[in-house]
């Protein structure tokens, strides 16, 4: 929550609300922490009131931490169905490795447009989602690094990295369309890591969706290891 803020939130009995104009889940969803003193169907309608009047699909970001425990099974039963099943994945850093290869890296300390607009074309972000992405990550108050890599002159991945004490997220993982399988991406995570490494960083987490194939390849290649699930439940439309 720390190392992707959203612009809003809201505190109530145990659960953080946040609202973020509707790009990500997780700047957009209820995140079920604590159990709290209230009556949890009550809890869920004053989301689904918040939601409605923030005009945000209500969604609960559930994990197998989430509470009350009973929450997962009273929300299938009120028919928020359950989808986009993502690995939460770990991996601790290794100061022994050698150095990662930084030739065309460019590494910034802030959301500047060199790092976002190949992010927003990479990922094909629509514009008003873009300047969302832009008041999400200038909202970050951890150290954090944006990092490109170019071939020519040509940016062909992206990247960043987000650190919190022992710990670095990384987030924006993406490699230009033609430009995939050709080891873009662990260049770019290398640098990340060497740098997170040198500021205290421990341990590398990560953000994976369950079916897509190539990135779990990837990430078991390059050491992570699942840590622990989660998915969010919503009303279908």
């Known amino acids: 929550m720390n190392a992707w803020p959203a612009p809003r939130q809201v505190a109530h009995d145990g659960w953080v609300l946040r609202f973020g104009g509707g790009y990500t889940g997780r700047a957009n969803s209820v995140h079920p922490l604590y159990d709290g003193s209230l009556d949890v169907r009550g809890k869920i309608e004053f989301c689904e009131r918040a939601y409605r009047r923030a005009g945000i699909r209500l969604l609960f970001k559930m994990t197998p931490a989430a509470r009350p425990a009973e929450l997962d099974g009273l929300l299938e039963g009120l028919a928020y169905r359950a989808f986009n099943h993502t690995s ?5 850093l290794d100061s022994g490795t050698a150095g990662p290869d930084e030739r065309g890296v460019s590494a910034y300390e802030g959301v500047d447009e060199r790092w976002l607009e190949p992010v927003v074309r990479f990922r094909e972000i629509p514009m008003h989602h873009a300047e969302v992405l832009r008041s999400i990550l200038g909202a970050l108050n951890l150290p954090a690094r944006f990092a490109t890599l170019s071939e020519g002159r040509e940016v062909v991945a992206c990247g960043l990295a987000v650190l919190e004490d022992e710990w670095v997220g990384l987030f924006d993982i993406v490699t230009r369309a033609d ?4 080891g873009h991406a662990t260049r770019l995570i290398g640098h990340l890591l060497a740098w997170a490494g040198g500021h205290g960083a421990s341990t590398a987490y990560l953000q994976v969706t369950q079916n897509n194939t190539p990135a779990l ?3 078991e290649k390059l050491g992570f290891r699942e ?3 989660y998915w969010y439940r919503a009303k279908q439309s």
């Open 217 to 219: 390849q990837l990430y």
């Open 179 to 182: 430009r995939k399988r050709r």
């Open 227 to 229: 840590a622990y699930p």
């Open 88 to 92: 939460v994945q770990t991996k601790p």
